[in-house]
Structures are given as structure tokens and as C-alpha cells.
Nanobody, 123 residues
Framework: QVQLVESGGGLVHSGGSLRLSCAAS????????MGWFRQAPGKEREIVAF????????YYVRSVKGRFTISRDNTKNVVYLQTNSLEPEDTAVYYC????????????????WGQGTQVTVSS
């Protein structure tokens, strides 16, 4: 069955870094664009970053540009999110998601979701 399993979350101080990973199985990973989303308490789920099937296209929400980097390894079926210079406003549950078809950045456009990993940034 399809599985997306996130890992790498945790508690860090402001300015710190975390590397999130998402391991995929049960579908042809290289045929899917991958997104990282986040949801803070009381807020809607929002796109953080997206990477196309072959990694040639990336997208970042403005608030994380220059701090976060999305990448993927199609030989290992893994997508990563390197998060640097973390701020308390980055505190959220981070989810990875898979989408077939052209890039889209709304959560409803994604086919598969992971269970999420908590990122907490203290000031």
C-alpha cells in the first residue's frame, strides 16, 4: 500500500536547523511531484515547498525562501526538506504529499499524504 513516512522533526532554538525526510513506498515515486506542507494550530494547511518529478522545478512559499531547500533522491524514494534559520513562526506539523500531474500548490490537489512530523522552534 501507499506510504509516506516523515521523520526528522523536533525541538530547536530559533536560528537552528532540521532536515526533514519523507520515505515513499507503494507507488512509482519518480512519477510524482512532491510537496512539503505545514499546519500550525488554528491555521490552514499551507504549501511550504514543491519539487517536480525529476527535481528540475522547485517552488517555495515566500516566507521560507532562502532558508529552506527541498530536494529528492529518486533512487531512494525520498524527499527532503532542509530547514535553516528556523523561527518560532515555523512551528507546525510538517507533512509531505505526492501529486501526479503538473505542479499545484493547494492541498486538495495531492493524492497521497504522510502522517506528519512536529517541528517546534523556541525563541
Amino acid at each position: 500500500q501507499v506510504q509516506l513516512v516523515e521523520s526528522g522533526g523536533g525541538l530547536v532554538h530559533s536560528g537552528g536547523s532540521l532536515r526533514l525526510s519523507c520515505a515513499a513506498s507503494g507507488f512509482t515515486f519518480s512519477n510524482y511531484g512532491m510537496g512539503w506542507f505545514r499546519q500550525a494550530p488554528g491555521k490552514e494547511r499551507e504549501i511550504v515547498a514543491f519539487i517536480s518529478r525529476n527535481g528540475g522545478t522547485t517552488y517555495y512559499v515566500r516566507s521560507v525562501k532562502g532558508r529552506f531547500t527541498i530536494s529528492r533522491d529518486n533512487t531512494k524514494n525520498v524527499v527532503y526538506l532542509q530547514t535553516n534559520s528556523l523561527e518560532p513562526e515555523d512551528t507546525a506539523v510538517y507533512y509531505c504529499a505526492a501529486r501526479s500531474g503538473p505542479p499545484r500548490y493547494n492541498p486538495g490537489a495531492y493524492d497521497y499524504w504522510g502522517q506528519g512530523t512536529q517541528v517546534t522552534v523556541s525563541s
